[in-house]
């Protein structure tokens, strides 16, 4: 796994070409330690039989992930002979690799919003974070696809007092009319919430809701196979020309002519679409799986089932199973990408910071993924060169990724409802930036620094 991702992954690439060391607390692994999804051993990648790419396509979609797929998923039942293609095994990416919390994901407030793009384009945005979870919680239930999904809640701590503070003053001062359901509970309540006395209170967001990443993959996946999409695993797109009625594309497994293109990279999008390698800032996201936990512990560190994550910079973001109660624990905890090995025990005294009962229990499974981030910290939809793109999810795609490839799988159909206010706003990037993030570890390291001062 190790192999592919680094010869994926331009960043981990360049890092891992440097070696890294390895962890001398291997104590803390199961023996049945692995280095790969926990989803995977109930959503394992699909096997697929070698085909041969047909040379010409309506819509070739670049990227198998939830944004590829959805996209996908609307072209092919529009009629349209659809070509999906992925560099790796199919759902490689992030979306069988995520914590599988689902949320409202539009990060920046909507004054931020507002003074950037004025008051129309910011309630358009706020409400498309609002739509996305709805549209994820229709499409699972109207589709009926088994992937654990629970509208648990999600219990946000504060890391410190201040920030208490102002998630009370966020959530009392919300626009009329995009308003998201929450509550404050303050410390002395917390309890009741989450079994860890570190916070200083928080917020609950009783609507937000939970699956299980691969088991959605693998729904959407069928759902995509049925319409008649025809599916590539290991088919790197390697180059794309434009002709006069569309695109002419060379890949792992040959040519293919497409009228239509959409890009569905994401972190692992590469210099076959340099300006949109230009304005992703691809960032490690590391997570563990622990061994099932009892049902008395489990209920004492979940009483409600909830996800969970908290108010520092460098987030922590974490769950339990309802099937297996395996804590599973996301966040950053290197500074330059690193082995999965390397960062499990970094993770695991986190969570054991958080949970002290938690400290003995061993890890089973350590894996990443990479997440995009933009420079303006939203993500972006839209048509660049002819090609239709959505991705810059800033680690909170779950929700959003299904949304925005949805709308672009309909802006490929030339519907209206295809076209989202992320159409409207440029998509930034900064002089000299081309794709490898050198600023990462500098960033890091201050926020790391910030979050320990509490500042
Ligand atoms: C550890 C982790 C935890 C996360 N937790 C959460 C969470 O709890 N909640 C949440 O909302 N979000 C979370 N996220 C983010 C979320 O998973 C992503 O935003 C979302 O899955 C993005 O989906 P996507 O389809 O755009 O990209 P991806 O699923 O990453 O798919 C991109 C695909 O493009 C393929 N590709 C790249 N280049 C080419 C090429 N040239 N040719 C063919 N294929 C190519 C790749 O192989 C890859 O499979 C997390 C991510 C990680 C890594």
Redesign the pocket.
Known sequence: MAKIMRN?CPVIRGNLARGYDMTDQEHLFAPNFKTEPFWWEAAPRPVLKSETLPSVADVLV????????HAALQTARGGRHTVV????SL?????????????T?IKPTYSDLSGRYGNEIAAGIRRVGIDSLQFIDDFIQREEIQCEWARVGRFHGAHKPASYESMAREISNQRPGLEVNAYMVPAEEQRNEIGSDLYHGGVVFPDHAVLH?GKYHAGLLEKVRAAGADLFDH????NIESTKGGFSVQ?ARGPIAAKDIVI???????N?TPWLVRRVIPIG???IATEPLDVALAHSISPKGRIMSDSRKLVF?YRLCAETRRMVF?GRVALRETDPRVSAPKLHSCMSKIFPSLQDKKITHS??????YTFDTLAHQGKRNGMHY??G?C???????SYL?MRTGQSVLHLPEGRTPFCDIPMPTKPLYKGNPWFLAPAVAYYKFRDKLNL
């Open positions: 994926h670049v990227g198998s992930g939830y944004t590829g797929l293609c992925d560099a790796a759902g490689f990416g992030c979306s069988t690799r995520n914590g599988g919390q689902v949320s994901s990443p088919c790197a797109v390697e890949t569905a990279t994401n972190g692992y999008t590469t076959l996201s590391y997570i973001y996301g894996w990443l993924g990479f997440v995009a959505a991705m999810y680690g909170s795609g779950v929700g959003m990724a490839g």
